[in-house]
């Protein structure tokens, strides 16, 4: 490659050395991840990024990987761990001692070895990282000898740019032009002049009382530590696009930043509704849940949102968003709102074969780096879902009915109409909304089971396209029902009529075309050829308590969850274990997804079989008990529990990830069985069957009305 001695606005020359080819990330390497706006950071499991493209570690925001290593070392040799805590969710902090390595003379060179090594653990390195207005991290050194050492602190670092889908395995035909490191002061600045001729810069800035070197790619401060006195570093990491910081004010001291950070959480946990029960292993659960919630908000360029889950998928989905915040509503009713302007904000306006797009259609998937921006990839934003329109409406219908928000119905309410009409148009042929048919789609399933393999026969064969998957109907008889309701408080009452008569007339059909007689159960699916994808699947719990479904085959749909085949003691599975395609290490036909399992429990508490609720809430509650960190995974391995003393963890599974921890609040919403009345701003908890082992269960700051309720259960 010729060498360009142009500049950037930042003074770096352009650099020759390019990236190696990507591959698909290593799915079975332990990772560690905080997150905060629109900020991650994915670690290995010593708290550094190591600079191996195969497993995807760096600090990431907008869907671009602006740091792709970071590795420190003291005395050329790397830290030994110790400790590591990364609770908090936008901050960790992590212990080392020292290895041991040749103190450096005063001339700057190693001692000779007839003078001084310094022995292992001799030095307390603490890092403390947190997340605000980009990275910002303080290293504290502390010599216990009883004399002064000299050495070197070395810090390796690079960012490649690279997309989230190339740090994902995706390999471009071209990229573009990345610029040598520049130091300048105690100023580090990487840059990269994409093919969308955008500048993007990671600015490192040290805060020491040492001067900075760059050699060979590292950061290289000497340091002398005095016996027994702590020596304190800060960097600051932070990205610039064009020139340009999100936020022109420089970061703080780290103290000042992390205390920012925390009194933003505060405030959040103050306005958001609260659990607390006599069980300790809930409590965490749930104070973990409302963490990942907080942690996985962001913004989008159209509005506050949810992004779905860690790492991959950092981004505004349409249908993970809208069923996050139906999780949650009386929790927390501003996400419900935010999700709800947003998604309306980029809803579909016209026919693109290549993104999905239809007008009045809910998007799927949202990406901005610089791949969508080049349209490399269909996401920018992509709009191949069968289910977020319907789940959108339904969001708007369960919130309305929780906060008597109708100035915001107004205020959608055109989005209303789009969406109805863009539903009405997708239903026009037999009356089901269905996907797929459409060469070179972007997704070849397109509801929530959205892997390649999931929509099966019992034989093990694929359905054919177009599919009409169960759940999405269920989704549109509720979405009917909930627009109807919102329709008569906005004092339309032909509209809300005319819903009606559709909802009971989709009722009718599903009963006849999706029921299996021989099975007792739901069709997975329709496949295009109208044959029922005879598969026992989850996907029937999603149905339980809409209404869609006769009283009876309520019933058997519920005795079906819980045989043994489909219930494995930690949840119910995707998949029954009984047939061909089962297996429980895949992503849809046979693990367990916590999301899942919350339409179910609530279903199953709708029906009055609060036992069953009560069983898969227990298997749940289980399987978050058994991680280290409380918290339900996106998904695990569908194996028994009498052969397990925890589930058996998926790879490559979102940790945090937004309808998992949705799903907490989901349980303990159904076995309360909170009835708002937003007019009278109370809720009706008559029917409130909670297990016996959470014990006493007080709720405070439940928003219902414009009013705040809190409840206690049971009553003494």
Same mark, same amino acid.
């Given at each position: ?10 003074g ?22 905080i ?25 990431f ?8 290593k ?15 805590d ?51 991290e303080r ?21 490649d ?7 994902r ?14 130091? =300048?002061?105690?100023? +580090?600045? /990487? ?6 001729? $955008?500048?993007? #810069?990671?600015? %490192?800035? @040290? !805060?020491s009382?040492?001067p900075?070197?760059?050699?060979? =790619?590292?950061?290289? +401060?000497? /340091? ?6 702590? $020596?304190?570093? #800060?960097?600051? %990491?932070? @990205? !610039? ?22 009194r933003a959480?505060?405030?959040?946990v103050?306005?958001s ?15 973990r ?10 913004e ?14 950092a ?34 306006e016209k ?15 949202l ?35 929780w ?47 959205d ?65 299996m007689p ?8 329709l496949?295009g050829?109208?044959?029922q ?9 999603h ?61 199953l ?11 898969v ?6 399987a ?19 052969g ?21 609040f989901?349980i ?10 937003a007019?009278?701003?109370s ?6 069957v ?14 219902v009305?414009?009013?705040?309720v ?5 009553l003494?």
């Amino acid at each position: 490659m010729t060498i360009d001695h142009s500049q950037t606005a930042a003074g770096a020359a352009v650099d020759d050395e390019m990236p190696p080819p990507y591959e698909a990330v290593n799915p079975n390497h332990p990772r560690l991840a905080i997150k905060h706006r629109k900020y991650f950071l994915l670690m290995d499991t010593e708290g550094m990024v190591p600079g191996n493209n195969k497993e995807g570690f760096g600090f990431f925001a907008d869907d671009t990987r602006w740091l792709s290593k970071w590795d420190i070392s003291l005395g050329n040799m790397p830290l030994l761990p110790l400790n590591r805590d990364v609770d908090e969710g936008f901050a960790a902090r992590f212990i080392y001692g020292n290895r041991r390595f040749d103190c450096v003379g005063n001339d700057g060179t190693a001692q000779t070895a007839d003078k001084r090594t310094v022995p292992e653990q001799t030095i307390k390195v603490e890092r403390e990282l947190v997340l605000n207005d980009g990275l910002i991290e303080r290293l504290t050194l502390t010599n216990y000898s009883q004399s002064e050492i000299r050495t070197d602190l070395s810090i390796t670092v690079g960012s490649d740019f690279a997309d989230m889908f190339e740090v994902r395995g995706a390999n471009r035909p071209k990229r573009g032009t990345s610029r040598r490191p520049i130091l =300048r002061g105690n100023r +580090l600045t /990487l840059g990269y002049v994409g093919l969308d001729n $955008t500048l993007r #810069e990671t600015s %490192v800035l @040290v !805060r020491s009382k040492s001067p900075v070197k760059l050699e060979e =790619r590292a950061l290289k +401060l000497p /340091l002398v530590l005095k016996a027994g006195e702590p $020596t304190i570093i #800060e960097f600051v %990491v932070r @990205v !610039r696009v064009n020139g340009k910081f999100d936020n022109q004010r420089s970061p703080r001291s780290f103290a000042r930043e992390i205390a920012s950070a925390r009194r933003a959480y505060d405030s959040f946990v103050a306005a958001s509704g609260s659990i607390t029960t006599e069980n300790p292993q809930f409590n965490a659960i749930f104070q973990r849940a409302l963490r990942d919630i907080y942690i996985l908000r962001q913004e989008s360029p159209r509005g506050k949102t949810i992004c779905a889950g860690v790492p991959w998928f950092a981004v505004p989905f349409g249908r993970d968003s809208a069923i996050t915040a139906l999780q949650t509503v009386p929790f927390l009713p501003e996400l419900s709102r935010d999700v709800l302007r947003v998604l309306a904000a980029y809803q579909g306006e016209k026919h693109d074969p290549v993104t999905a797009e239809e007008a009045g259609k809910i998007m799927h998937e949202l990406r901005v780096g610089e791949m969508a921006v080049l349209k490399e990839v269909a996401f920018r934003p992509y709009y191949g879902t069968v289910d977020a329109t319907q789940l959108w409406l339904m969001l708007l219908a369960e919130y309305v009915r929780w906060t008597g928000d109708v100035a915001l119905a107004r205020e959608l309410w055109p989005n209303v109409m789009r969406a109805l009409s863009f539903l009405n148009d997708a239903t026009a042929k037999d009356g089901f909304i269905r996907y797929g048919g459409v060469a070179g789609e972007a997704l070849s399933n397109q509801g929530w089971k959205d892997s390649g393999n999931s929509i099966v026969f019992k034989d093990g064969t694929l359905g054919k396209a177009p599919i009409a998957v169960c759940e999405a109907q269920g989704y549109l008889y509720s979405a009917w029902k909930g627009t109807a309701f919102v329709a008569r408080l906005l004092g339309k009452w032909s509209l809300s009529f005319r819903l009606g008569l559709k909802s009971e007339h989709l009722r009718a059909l599903f009963q006849k075309h999706f029921w299996m007689p021989s099975e007792q159960y739901v069709a997975l699916a329709l496949d295009g050829e109208n044959r029922q994808c005879d598969a026992i699947s989850s996907n029937p719990g999603h149905l339980l308590g809409s209404g869609i479904l006769t009283p009876e085959q309520e019933h058997l749909v519920a005795d079906r969850l819980m045989a043994p085949d489909m219930f494995c003691g930690w949840g119910i599975r995707t998949l029954s274990s009984s047939e061909r395609a089962y297996q429980p290490m895949d992503y849809q036909v046979g693990s367990v997804w916590p999301h899942d399992n919350g339409f179910a429990i609530e279903g199953l508490a709708k029906l009055g079989r609060n036992a069953d609720a009560h069983r898969v809430f227990e298997g749940l509650v289980g399987a978050a008990a058994a991680q280290s960190d409380w918290r339900l995974p996106e998904l695990f391995a569908g194996f028994d529990r009498s052969g397990h003393k925890e589930p058996v963890r998926y790879p490559v599974a979102c940790v945090p990830q937004a309808w998992a921890a949705g799903s907490v609040f989901q349980i303990i919403k159904a076995c309360l069985n909170m009835k708002p009345d937003a007019k009278e701003g109370s809720i009706d908890c008559a029917d409130a069957v909670l297990p016996s082992w959470l014990g006493q269960v007080v709720v405070k700051r439940i928003q219902v009305g414009g009013k705040t309720v809190d409840l206690q259960l049971p009553l003494n």
